[in-house]
């Protein structure tokens, strides 16, 4: 596990590689209102991110087209941005991913447009709470299981969707590196948390069911019942005082 251990020169360049990406999710934020297209958003993060000496994470991944994911109501996640308009009630999950001179941040947060309904909300404070649950117990000597139940205690007393056919992931040269972080898990189980690892938490719960599938596009995944769902990310460093959050986006309330 300790080659998942980041020097600090290392932790500097995911820094400003997090900082470029909190400024290409607040644009694309800013923006994202009823009447916007999927494409002018991705266009938006693309610009920030090249502007800054950045690279898209996710364009080319596996074959992804996009600089963003935008996966909208039962669209959970890895939706495509191209072809669709954003309208009013909408809960807009944007997805971004930067890398800058070789190194990863990854980061998501749900979108309400315009005014969502009381259920919706409800669903979005969540998810918001599910992860800052999580990074309140991120700390060097801590077992991710821990991490992982708390954000399984939010999702489940709240009684949403847990999906738990996708996880959370260590970031770095890669996007997705050791260790997979499930959104479920039992206290003090699992591997220890150490300074300098850096990982990304991120919930998605669903308003239903735990189950997902691919749509017809084959990239985005969806609730299995159609019902409305929220994913939001953030990339941590490990210290021995708790977590910094490298992807500090500011927040938005629709
Ligand atoms: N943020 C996504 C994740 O952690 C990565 C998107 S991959 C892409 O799984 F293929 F959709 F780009
Ligand atoms: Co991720």
Redesign the pocket.
């Known amino acids: 596990m300790s080659d998942y251990i980041k020097t600090t020169e290392q932790i500097e360049l995911m820094r400003q590689a997090g900082k470029i990406l909190a400024e290409a999710m607040d644009q694309v934020s800013l923006i994202a209102k009823p009447g916007v297209t999927g494409d002018e958003l991705d266009r938006i993060a693309e610009s920030v991110i090249r502007d800054h000496g950045a690279e898209p994470a996710?364009l080319g991944?596996?074959g992804?087209p996009s600089t963003i994911?935008l996966s909208v109501n039962d669209g959970l996640?890895?939706g495509l941005p191209v072809g669709q308009t954003l309208k009013e009630g909408d809960l807009a999950g944007i997805?971004l991913?930067v890398r800058f001179k070789g190194w990863n941040v990854?980061s998501?947060n749900t979108l309400a447009i315009g005014k969502i309904s009381v259920d919706d909300h409800d669903l979005l404070k969540a998810a918001r709470q599910a992860l800052v649950s999580g990074i309140a117990q991120v700390k060097d000597g801590v077992s991710l299981g821990t991490v992982q139940a708390a954000i399984q205690k939010v999702i489940d007393d709240g009684g949403y969707g847990l999906v738990r056919s996708?996880s959370g992931?260590g970031i770095g040269k890669q996007?997705?590196e050791y260790p997979s972080i499930p959104n479920f898990g039992q206290i003090n189980q699992g591997p220890k948390l150490k300074a300098g690892m850096t990982i990304?938490l991120?919930p998605m719960l669903t308003a239903g069911t735990d189950k997902v599938k691919t749509a017809a596009d084959d990239?985005t995944i969806v609730s299995a019942d159609g019902s409305q769902t929220a994913h939001i990310?953030h990339t941590l460093l490990v210290t021995s005082q708790g977590a910094e959050i490298l992807t500090n986006w500011q927040e938005h309330e629709g």
Request: some cysteine.
């Open positions: 996710f991944y596996q992804y994911c996640v890895h997805d991913g990854d998501a996708l992931h996007l997705h990304c991120e990239w990310e």
